[in-house]
């Protein structure tokens, strides 16, 4: 399979695979386990549509559903940049932890909105927001992974250390904490004169 070498085209596909996953867990939720009371779809629409009649029509739960994938494109191509940077080492934990954080934003903002009349208030579909946030992060990380070029992520095997030391020697391979001579006195900037 032909690996994705661009990072937002990456971000994109791995946003639509991992928010459509977290669409179905809602509807899960909210269906067969009862958890939660509002649906992500209704919740989304409720930001732009104050009135429950058309929340619920066929138009309101498309832009629902539009707007729940735009912010996980959106989210995904933050989680690809994190991991573009970090690496795909423990990659579940990453995306766990990613996936909820960023939802937890998006659900804070979201309730914070003064037009947002829909919003959840009861702790068990906030609780089943969070579980599908992070099952988005988990899906997403793991696509972005899989999907993306290894050119993109750096080198697994190069730990953190040895990452810092490559980025702060020079060529001569001096290390830059040595004391700098001052040509003016023949002293290193550390020293002091005994008087």
């Given at each position: ?6 990072k ?7 946003g639509v ?6 669409l ?19 919740a ?26 735009i ?56 609780l ?54 001052r ?13």
């Open positions: 399979m032909r690996k994705i070498k661009d937002h085209t990456l971000g994109v596909i791995s695979i991992g928010g459509l996953s977290m179905v867990a809602d509807q899960i939720s909210n269906k067969y386990l009862k958890l939660s009371k509002r649906t992500y779809t209704y989304s629409a409720g930001v732009w549509v104050g009135k429950k009649r058309q929340v619920k029509s066929t138009s309101g739960t498309a832009l629902g559903i539009s707007m729940s994938l912010t996980s494109i959106f989210g995904s191509i933050i989680i690809t940049e994190m991991i573009a940077k970090r690496g795909k080492d423990n990659i579940n934990t990453k995306g766990l932890f990613y996936g909820a954080a960023y939802g937890g934003i998006v659900t804070a903002i979201q309730s914070a909105l003064p037009k947002n009349k829909l919003k959840p208030r009861d702790a068990s579909s906030n089943s927001y969070l579980f599908c946030n992070a099952l988005f992060g988990l899906v997403t990380a793991n696509s972005i992974a899989k999907l993306g070029d290894d050119s993109i992520f750096p080198d697994s095997k190069l730990n953190t250390e040895t990452i810092n030391t490559k980025i702060l020697t020079n060529q001569n391979n001096d290390d830059y904490r040595k004391p700098v001579i040509p003016e006195t023949q002293e290193s900037f550390f020293q002091t004169r005994k008087h």
